[in-house]
Each structure stands twice: as C-alpha cells, then as structure tokens.
C-alpha cells in the first residue's frame, strides 16, 4: 500500500475479452485522479465514450481524454500507429479537446511500421486480428535486428533521425511484400505514401513526447494519483490468454508496472470491468458462448464476408429472432439489440452468456479488489428466450472446473435511474461468486446510467464469500 502524503496508482483492466465499457468506467472515474495513462496495446482497441456532443471511438488517446483536468500518458509498452494518432489528435483538435501540456508519450514507444500492417493483413486471419499490426511491432520489438538492421523502432529513433528511420522502415517492407506472392502494386504505393508522411506526422507527435523515465514517479512522489487504464482484457493476454487467439501485448494488471513506467509501490487497487453480456470478437475458445461451434463458425464466415450490423438488420428481424428455440440465433439477436459489433473493425461480437467460473478465476489469479459490472440493463432482454430468464454459468458442486452447472436466474427489469431491490439481489448474488464487492453496475448506454454502490476512496468492502485457495 502506497504512503498517503504521496500519490498512488489504480490499475483499471478488462476481466474478459475486451469491449467490457472500460472506457465508460474510465472517463465516469477519471475526476478521481490526476492522470490517466495507457500502458499495454495500440490502435487495436476502440475505446467508445460518450460525450455531450455525441459519441467518440478512441484508439490510442487515454479515454480520460474528455475530462479536461485530467493529464493523459502513453506509456512504453504502448505500440504506437503514428498515422492514427496524427489523425486521433486531429479529430480531438476539431472536437475543441486541447491537449497542449495535457498529453505525454513516452519516448520509448513501439512503432508500427507499414511491415507490421502488410505481415498482419497476411497472416492475422487465423487468429481474427485487428489488422493494425499489433502482433509484428511486438515480434519486432523483441527480434531488435534482422535481415542484416534494426527492426524495432522507438519514437525517440524517429524524432532522432527521421531519414534513417525511414529507411529501415522502407527495407522492412521490402521485406514483407516479398511475403506476398504477386507484387501488390496498391500495397506498395500505401507504404510510400506513409512513408511520405512519416515527417508530419512525427512533427505532430512530438510537442508530447516525454524522454524522463522518471515522469509518472515524480508526479506520484508530488501527490498525484495515477488510472492504468488497460487496453484489450486478460483474456487476451499474450501468455496467460489461449494462444494463439491472443493480442500480442501484456494484458493483465501486474504489466500496467512495467508498460506504464511507474514501480509497482504505488499500487493501491486493482478494478476490474466486466460485462453482463459477455462478448468476444476474434477467434478462439469462448466458453460460455450461446449456440457455441454453431455461433463461432458463423462469426467466421461473417467475418470471410464482410458481414456486420448492415447486413444483419436486413437478414433478421432481432425482436423476432429473441424466442428462437436456439441459441445461436438467441445470440444474433442479443448482438443486433445490444448493439455488439467491433468498434474498430465493425465484426459481429460473439455472444455468450455471464460466466462467473470464468470470473471468478480471473479474479483471483489477478488480485482484482473490486468490479464494475457493465450492460445489466440487457439481461432483460432474456425474459423473452427459451431460458425465459437469465443462463449464468456457476462451478457445479464436485465437477471440475470445465463442466460448470447453467442456472437460470428470475429476470428483472431495469430502471436506469435507481438499484431494485432485484438488481441488488442480483448484485450479491453475483459477488457470492467473484469472491469480491461489485463497486457499480451499467444500467444503460448513457454517460450517467449507473448505479454507485460505494465510492473509490471509501473502505473497500469485503464479500462474505469462499476465496479461492492457492492450493486447491
Ligand atoms: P490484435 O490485437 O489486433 O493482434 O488481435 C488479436 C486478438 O485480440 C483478436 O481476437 C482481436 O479481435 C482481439 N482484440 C484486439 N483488440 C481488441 C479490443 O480492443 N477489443 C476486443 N478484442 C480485441
């Protein structure tokens, strides 16, 4: 536990598989702490907010972004698409966001380099990838040096030497086009053209890049208090997550310490985001997915076709479909009335059911003290399917952990303004299972539709509940 006359440091992670509305817990806390940094991952995630003026997706900015006493940090684990990010400040600049002294990056930041977009778009489709070269910036990162020169680049090579950072990004390409059997000419003429606009955009970034490794520890020394905010969720890190249906990055909360550039005695708290309705876009295990093998050869061939919510809406009636018989069908019409498609690539989520095996594991092997519930409000819309109720899936007495008992609980509706006595029921019910105190519930899309069961600062409570044991 930190020194109070010094700052401290939360760590804010998904505990699934991303998209859990880590942004919305994000930007609902962030007047709690003086700044909100970004330690793991890159353009790969969106992270949507929403704001007075309407609905933002946020790619590589912290999505604290929005509260304007808030500082934002880009931390060294962070894989920086220098494109996007010129584009990302641009579209905050016409948003009237003013990120002048506000905005630190650290210098040793990945890069992503036109390679990593060519290597990802050939080899990304098995996994399900973003596409945004996340997976070769990383590899690069720990090759250092190959076909005969550097591969991994910082920022700080860039702002040092733009001509030969350049050139070791023009030969890396070089060398993935010839990856690809027929030269792609329109490949091609896209790596020029980034690479034509590699300067400006280098001069864009670099009013907010930050050589002091001591950065973030000096402003925690002086008082501060720090949000890591995760990208992904830990069950898409890159070891403990099913390889390979993995990002590339580290996930869970111990790497917010290395990625975020701050030591790890600053930490007071964990908190984890989960959703109600559990999702998962990208391929791979998904346990508690509704319609299983059926739905996950669906998201593929969806995927294969480009198909996402246009097509969806054309092909299914999504009221109709929600007393389908079954449950794949009960999962399309839970993504088309929930809205669950990929904020960056537009795919179609895969739906699955709450899964509290699952989080209560991820609970306890990550030291995760308290949990923002997200998307209640939807679990209504099961009152309509063949479970006519909520399907959770909870640890079957005597059964091993891979063949857990599916409940249904009784439905309850949702007013976005208040806790029900069922929603509280609900609540403890859920924390019985996690072994930990669920902090706030999301009752709803809108910035305020939330229910606040006691605030950050005050006592943690503790939950009456079996902990896992280490040696069970
Ligand atoms: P990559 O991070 O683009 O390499 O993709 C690897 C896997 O992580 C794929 O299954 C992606 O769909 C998934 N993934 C990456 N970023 C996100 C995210 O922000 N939300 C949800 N899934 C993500």
Request: glycine share 20%; charged share 20%; no cysteine.
């Given at each position: 536990m930190s020194n109070r006359s010094q700052g401290y440091a939360d760590v804010l992670v998904g505990?699934?598989?991303?998209?859990?509305?880590k942004a919305k817990i994000v930007d609902l806390i962030a007047p709690e702490y003086d700044i909100v940094a970004r330690f793991n991952g890159g353009a790969n995630a969106g992270h949507t907010v929403q704001t007075p003026t309407g609905t933002v997706v946020l790619q590589q900015v912290p999505s604290a972004v929005f509260r304007p006493k808030t500082s934002l940090y880009i931390g060294s684990g962070c894989a920086v698409n220098l494109w996007k990010l010129r584009a990302e400040l641009e579209m905050l600049e016409s948003l009237g966001v003013d990120l002048d002294g506000r905005l630190a990056i650290s210098d040793r930041c990945a890069l992503i380099q036109p390679s990593h977009l060519i290597l990802d778009e050939l080899n990304g489709d098995e996994i399900g990838t973003t596409k945004n070269g996340i997976g070769p910036c990383y590899a690069d990162r720990a090759s250092r040096f190959a076909h005969g020169q550097r591969v991994n680049l910082q920022i700080r090579d860039v702002l040092a030497n733009a001509d030969d950072s350049c050139a070791w990004m023009r030969s890396g390409a070089q060398v993935a086009l010839e990856q690809i059997d027929r030269l792609d000419v329109r490949t091609l003429a896209d790596v020029e053209e980034r690479l034509a606009s590699l300067a400006d955009c280098i001069e864009s970034v670099r009013p907010f890049v930050q050589g002091d490794p001591f950065y973030l520890q000096r402003r925690v020394l002086n008082g501060e208090r720090v949000l890591f905010e995760g990208a992904q969720s830990v069950m898409l890190d890159v070891v403990h997550g099913d390889q390979p249906f993995v990002t590339a990055s580290h996930t869970v909360p111990a790497y917010a310490y290395v990625g975020g550039d701050l030591p790890p005695r600053h930490h007071r708290y964990t908190i984890g985001v989960a959703k109600a309705l559990t999702s998962r876009v990208g391929n791979g295990p998904f346990?508690?997915?509704?319609?299983?093998e059926r739905a996950a050869a669906y998201f593929t061939e969806a995927c294969r076709n480009g198909r996402g919510a246009a097509q969806e809406r054309a092909e299914y009636d999504g009221r109709k479909l929600?007393?389908?018989?079954?449950p794949m069908e009960l999962g399309i019409a839970l993504r088309m009335l929930t809205q669950?498609?990929?904020?960056?690539?537009g795919r179609p989520r895969r739906i699955g059911m709450l899964d509290l095996v699952q989080l209560r594991e991820v609970v306890s092997n990550f030291g995760v003290d308290l949990v923002y519930l997200n998307k209640v409000d939807c679990l209504e819309l099961y009152e309509e399917s063949l479970y006519s109720g909520i399907p959770v899936r909870v640890p079957r007495e005597g059964a091993p952990r891979d063949a857990p008992e599916i409940i249904v609980l009784p439905p309850f509706a949702v007013d976005p303004g208040c806790a029900s006595t069922a929603l509280l029921e609900f609540k403890d019910f859920v924390e019985q299972h996690i072994g930990v105190p669920l902090i706030g519930m999301g009752l709803g899309p809108e910035r305020g539709h939330i229910a606040e069961f006691?605030?950050?600062?005050?006592h943690v409570p503790s939950v009456d509940a079996p902990t896992i044991s280490p040696n069970a």
């Open positions: 505990l699934q598989y991303g998209d859990e509305g346990p508690s997915e509704l319609g299983g929600l007393s389908s018989s079954d669950e498609y990929g904020t960056g690539t006691f605030a950050l600062n005050d």
